[in-house]
């Protein structure tokens, strides 16, 4: 095996270690030496603020960011200097009109959503009484309180959750005898053939006009009661089960209806005048005994000119047959003459209705450069496809449109200080407007922020497709999309759009109205995404969004697949600049000419997922450094900054005209864990060393919720004074609901250990007041007192084999240990010790122990190299111990450290243990008994987690609080450490406790 030991640099020669402290610029330069806890119910943003803190996310602005949201709020205690850390008094974005119209919705006065745009309003019409010409749209998700009093009655109204969900999707799939929800005539003229939206309100059908065949089934034509004529949709017969009298009347008239019908045709089409009105259809249907079957086969006839049956030999015919002198054969001589005459009828409205179709498409992108041919069949495009030019947001979802900063370049090019440098990633854009960044790197286009001309080179996706496209009819493929001019590589051809949905929402649809029938949904997956982020505090899966195309889009809904594309998909973003919300280009990558089909790849985004999948998506600690302006002059608290592990230690500041230097002053690392109960068993066995904790509240929900409740207590458990509150999400709310919650906040703290913690306004995801956050960090946690003198403890959370399969065996690297050390400094070359070690069973079934011995070869912090390691943060430990021992976190819960310094080997331990009062994570509604903690029962199991051990254990002995516990898994301890206890409830470990350990068995290890 090689040796890959490092001997400590002449620079660290010189330092004096007895003299270091946990911000010395030696440590903090490279390590983090300040652990801070995340804290909070679900899905307040813990992961998002840690995200902003270290600029770990895809959105990183280098200069200060305009503040559209400051709001002052009084000072939590009189030490807590508040109001001047928010900065200037600057008023709130003027959102009045905003704010009004939502408010009428909370209120029940507006219920459906109205169109601005003559796109928006294609094929979606409001009720006539809220039909005002010029209203705003009405986003669908309310930040107030009152808005979630209001879901949450309406949930108790309508009882389980899949009614909720009903009400929730508005393109649920729902019987018409449904009253929970009701299809909205779409504003729909004939030729078209449209489904309108849904909302909570029931429309009564008053009567049928008109019927077809398509897809296997017959539509209705309905007028619906109280609407003008133009709101008629159609709806197929297995939604109507609630108006068969009705379908039955309108059948008995159909022979009339077919024949004013047929008339009308012939009026507009010389080529039937010769029918007239000698044979009705209805006749023919009736003699023929025409089935769907035979309906079908009008898609198959072939489209070659045929003469026109004779209508003189047809009436014969028929009255023939009347008369009972017909045969079989006659019946198909006069069936196929029927088909015939109605295939032409149909070819017929086809064109009509694709020629309204285009002129839709056409209109939604301003321009007519899109046409399209059906040169196969009589086959329709999507009858309720509705138009649109840009993503619809499905209710509760807001699309973000005010981009908080933009560039002032004159001219924007690869050389100025445009949006893509401001978010760090690469120019996109050649001078001629062509795409010259590789596949899955993002897009960042000027915005309406910014100063530039509508001509600027980097606006190209908002300017919409400029190339000529043919929507046409394949042989095999259904539709599809041509090129009718040559297109270079790098083209921007168009945008993928269509109803951005939540991951709930995806589930749904693909259970219910999509299972076994094609759809259009495109993952909004770019992003890595936490499990914090991924559900909403309702439970309701939530990220990554969709775009759902199947209903709503453009021309993109017709591009088919290939695994040979020949254009690609990237995130573009422009006013919107969340993470998580991209829009989806779609460029030439390889040059296309004239008359080519477009292809993407619809596998590429899933790809993209299993490329990103990796242990930073289950790290539990992330480091982050905080800088400050050494320029006097600078103005609070924009002279604070923040940045990743691996940033530069002094670099100039970015403000304009500002001579100064950011300098290092603090290196932290933030600790968060997965669910409630983890989190406290993690930070109550002492696995999770905090210094401080941020506990985040949602703005936009009430305060506090249960699991902030939780949160704090295991806080005043550990006796951790050092608290910052966070009111995230303030982007969300209205300015006097902010200070309405702020005083919820208040007086939820007051009386517990973090009444008088300052109280930050904050929006993690737009990046606001993060600089306020940092200098709270500064100032009011204090620098730990971390034993550097003691002999060095690590306890192990990961150990994993750095080798490649196949790697020679002279080239092996020894396996890694990744943990947090307790107390000591290890350094490079050191010989350790690692504890338990290897465990196994003699011959009497006893277990034995024997400890590794190793050496240190190696030590960093995230991609930093280290010659010597203080408490603090994640560290990594270069070792040359066996891969094999290491591979797959074998090493996790043991314990590293100086030889002959570790504490002993324990399989039996006594402690004495405090059980809490109710049971953490679990609701039991009007049983409040079976919430409570039971005690401790002899042989009984539980899970226990000692440091970053986690073992079984049967209870020996138990009384009121003291246990004998009998470990699985040996564990290296020692009296006084803290254990976490856990129970089996309903098929989960729940936290029911902790205790401190008094004594216990030893196992001598071996040698």
């Known amino acids: 095996m090689a040796d890959g030991s490092v001997e400590l640099s002449d620079n660290n020669s010189e330092i004096n270690f007895s003299e270091l402290t946990a911000i010395s610029p030696e440590v903090i330069s490279k390590q983090a030496t300040i652990n801070i806890g995340t804290i909070g119910h679900v899905a307040h943003g813990k992961s998002t603020v840690v995200k902003a803190i270290s600029t770990v996310q895809t959105v990183r602005f280098k200069n200060e960011l305009e503040r559209n949201i400051t709001i002052k709020l009084g000072k939590a205690s009189r030490d807590c200097d508040t109001e001047n850390a928010l900065g200037p008094d600057e008023p709130m974005a003027d959102k009045s009109d905003q704010q009004e119209v939502r408010q009428q919705m909370i209120d029940g006065r507006i219920q459906c959503i109205v169109p601005t745009t003559e796109s928006d309003k294609m094929g979606q019409e409001s009720g006539p009484s809220n039909s005002e010409p010029g209203r705003k749209r009405i986003r669908s998700t309310s930040s107030s309180s009152n808005s979630v009093s209001s879901k949450k009655r309406k949930r108790k109204r309508m009882g389980a959750k899949q009614k909720n969900r009903k009400a929730r999707d508005p393109f649920y799939s729902v019987d018409a005898r449904d009253t929970e929800t009701r299809e909205v005539p779409a504003n729909t003229e004939k030729p078209d053939l449209t489904v309108g939206l849904t909302v909570t309100n029931e429309y009564e059908v008053e009567s049928i006009e008109d019927r077809m065949f398509y897809d296997e089934e017959f539509y209705y034509l309905i007028k619906w009661k109280g609407w003008a004529s133009e709101h008629n949709s159609w709806e197929p017969k297995s939604g109507l089960t609630n108006s068969r009298l009705l379908i039955k009347r309108f059948e008995k008239s159909y022979p009339e209806l077919l024949q004013a019908r047929f008339l009308r045709i012939s009026e507009q089409l010389p080529l039937l005048e010769p029918l007239g009105g000698k044979a009705t259809l209805y006749e023919c249907e009736v003699v023929a005994g025409m089935t769907i079957e035979d309906y079908n086969t009008i898609y198959k006839l072939p489209k070659e000119e045929e003469p026109l049956p004779n209508p003189k030999l047809l009436r014969a015919y028929i009255n023939k047959v009347l008369q009972n002198k017909g045969n079989d054969n006659l019946l198909a001589m006069i069936k196929r003459m029927v088909l015939k005459r109605e295939q032409i009828r149909i070819q017929f409205e086809q064109q009509a209705f694709m020629k309204n179709f285009i002129t839709k498409l056409n209109e939604v992108g301003g321009n007519e450069l899109l046409s399209i041919e059906n040169n196969v069949d009589l086959g329709f495009p999507p009858l309720s496809f509705q138009p649109i030019s840009k993503n619809v947001p499905h209710e509760e979802i807001e699309i973000p449109e005010d981009p908080p900063v933009g560039c002032a370049c004159d001219t924007c090019d690869h050389k100025s200080q445009c949006c893509p440098q401001l978010a760090d990633v690469n120019f996109a854009y050649n001078s001629r407007g062509l795409l010259e960044i590789n596949y899955g790197n993002p897009i960042f286009e000027c915005n309406k922020a910014c100063k530039c001309p509508d001509s600027c080179l980097n606006r190209v996706v908002q300017k919409g497709s400029q190339l000529k496209l043919k929507i046409f009819k ?82 993109s809904h017709f591009i088919n697949h290939s695994c040979e594309p020949n254009i690609g998909v990237y995130g573009v973003y422009v006013d919107c600049l969340d993470p998580h919300m991209p829009r989806l280009g779609m460029f030439a990558i390889r040059d296309i000419q004239c008359g080519d089909e477009i292809f993407f790849d619809y596998t590429a985004q899933y790809l993209l997922k299993r490329r990103k999948k990796g242990p930073k998506a289950k790290r539990r600690y992330a480091n982050a450094k905080i800088f400050k302006c050494n320029n006097e002059k600078c103005p609070r608290p924009a002279c604070y900054t923040s940045g990743g592990s691996a940033k530069e230690n002094s670099f100039p500041c970015q403000r304009l005209n500002c001579t100064g230097h950011y300098e290092l002053l603090r290196h932290v690392s933030f600790v968060d864990c997965p669910g409630h109960d983890i989190l406290m068993a ?100 204090p620098v730990p007192e971390r034993d550097l003198t003691s002999a060095p403890r690590l306890i192990i959370i990961r150990s994993f084999d750095v080798n490649k399969p196949g790697c020679e065996a002279a080239e ?14 290890l350094k490079v070359g050191m010989e350790v010790e690692v504890r338990p070690g290897i465990v196994s069973k003699d011959s009497k079934g006893e277990t034995t122990c024997k400890p590794i011995f190793t050496r240190i070869v190696s030590l960093c912090a995230e991609q930093n190299k280290l010659d010597f390691a203080v408490p603090g943060g994640l560290i990594g430990v270069g070792t040359k111990i066996d891969p094999t021992l290491c591979r797959a976190d074998r090493l996790v819960g043991q314990v590293l450290g100086a030889v002959g310094t570790l504490p002993n080997i324990y399989i039996e331990i006594e402690i004495t243990y405090y059980l809490l009062r109710r049971l953490l994570g679990v609701q039991i509604d009007g049983d409040k008994k079976a919430a409570r903690v039971q005690r401790l029962e002899k042989k009984e199991a539980l899970l226990l987690n000692i440091g970053s051990m986690s073992t079984g254990g049967i209870v020996l002995q138990a009384k009121s609080d003291v246990a004998v516990v009998r470990l699985q898994l040996p564990v290296c301890t020692e009296y006084g450490e803290k254990v976490a206890l856990s129970r089996r409830i309903d098929k989960h470990w729940r936290l029911i406790g902790w205790g401190q350990i008094r004594r216990g068995k030893i196992i001598e290890p071996q040698a």
């Not at 259904?478 to 949905?501: H, S, T």
Request: net charge negative; aromatic share 8%; charged share 25%.
């Open 682 to 781: 993690t930070m109550l066995s002492g696995a999770a060393v905090m210094d401080a904790a941020l506990l985040l509240i949602a703005g936009n929900e009430p305060c506090p919720q249960p699991q902030t409740k939780e949160h704090l207590a295991a806080v005043e458990i550990m006796k951790l004074n050092n608290i910052i509150i966070l009111q995230n999400k303030i982007d969300l709310v209205k300015e006097g609901q902010a200070t309405e919650q702020y005083q919820e906040v208040l007086k939820f703290v007051q009386g517990t250990v973090a009444e008088g913690a300052p109280v930050i306004p904050i929006s993690a995801q737009l990046k606001y007041n993060i600089e306020v956050l940092c200098e709270y960090i500064v100032k009011k946690v």
């Open 812 to 825: 092996l690297k020894g396996g890694v240990a990744g943990g947090s050390i307790l107390r000591g400094m």
């Open 474 to 555: 394949t042989e095999d493929k259904g539709w599809g999309v041509q090129a009718r001019e040559y297109i270079p590589q790098g083209a921007y051809v168009c945008e993928y759009v269509g109803e951005m949905i939540a991951r709930w929402v995806v589930h749904q649809r693909m259970k219910d109205e999509y299972k076994g029938k094609p759809n259009y949904i495109f993952d909004l997956d770019f992003n890595p995404i936490t499990e914090e982020e991924r559900f909403d505090a309702e439970g309701y899966e939530i990220l990554p969004y969709s775009i759902d195309a199947t209903v709503r889009g453009n021309v």
